[in-house]
């Protein structure tokens, strides 16, 4: 691993959080995780992303970078030696970014709305859109990944890191919901994707175990105020 002054500033549950860590995985950057308590946020943290508040930060060289996307197109510029994290060729680039910008702006918000929507009408409503975005997404697989892998053809890329960030979140709403979101009929190319990216050694250590992000969304909900 490359010796660096990296710190990351955030929680094991959060997707936001490990596309960081899985982006200096690939790059093999050494860092050290700062885990913030699930619930309140450190000093560091209120101070080195005094706009947002949010979690992932990640400090190099004592400089904080806010924002996972940001810090990933960070990652990738800075760390020039391994492998690539967004296509060389513009029009894949641009591809790659619009995919992404789509998966944070449209279809995780559906997911975030079909965990937490109310009644049997709402959740049926939910799903359903959950399911289209996916639909989405296994066309778009087809198209970027150029029938390899990954998103990113034979290696993990950008958008690859974006929506995998998320396999952790999937695989609880399937134990929770017994629903399986990327199912081998309806998706079979995310189905195949989401096992290779799910098992590579950059990623399996940073997505959280099924049992305790279920464990976790349990709580939430207990702790969650009555409507
Ligand atoms: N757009 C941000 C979203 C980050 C985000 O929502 N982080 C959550 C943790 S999953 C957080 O810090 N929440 C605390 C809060 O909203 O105050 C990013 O991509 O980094």
């Known amino acids: 691993m490359a010796s660096t002054d990296v710190k990351v500033l955030g929680s094991w549950p959060s997707p936001y959080v490990n596309r960081v860590r899985i982006a200096l995985n690939l790059k093999s950057v050494n860092y050290e995780f700062l885990e913030e308590k699930l619930g309140s946020k450190s ?14 930060v990640m400090i190099h060289g004592g400089k904080p970078i806010c924002e996972s996307l940001i810090i990933v197109q960070y990652i990738d510029e800075a760390w020039t030696d391994g492998p690539s994290i967004l296509p060389s060729e513009p029009y894949d680039r ?13 279809w995780s918000p559906t997911l975030g709305g079909f965990r937490n929507a109310q009644g049997k009408e709402a959740k049926v409503a939910a799903l359903e859109e959950v399911r289209e975005g ?43 919901a017994d629903i399986k979101l990327i199912d ?23 997505i959280p175990e099924t049992d305790k992000l279920v464990e976790l969304f349990k709580m939430m909900m207990t702790a969650r105020p009555k409507a």
Not at 43 to 56: A, I, T, W, Y
Not at 94 to 106: G, I
Not at 154 to 163: K, S
């Open 184 to 206: 081998e009929t309806k998706t079979p190319g995310l189905f195949g994707w989401a096992e290779k990216f799910g098992s590579n050694v950059a990623v399996k250590d940073v």
């Open 94 to 106: 641009a591809m790659a970014r619009f995919w992404a910008a789509y998966v944070e702006d449209k």
């Open 134 to 176: 996916l639909m989405l997404l296994e066309d778009t697989f087809a198209k970027c990944g150029k029938g390899k892998d990954f998103f990113g053809g034979d290696t993990i890329g950008y958008l690859d890191i974006v929506l995998g960030s998320f396999l952790g979140w999937l695989r609880a709403t399937k134990k929770l």
């Open 43 to 56: 000093e560091l943290l209120l101070k080195s992303n005094p706009v947002h508040q949010k979690m992932p």
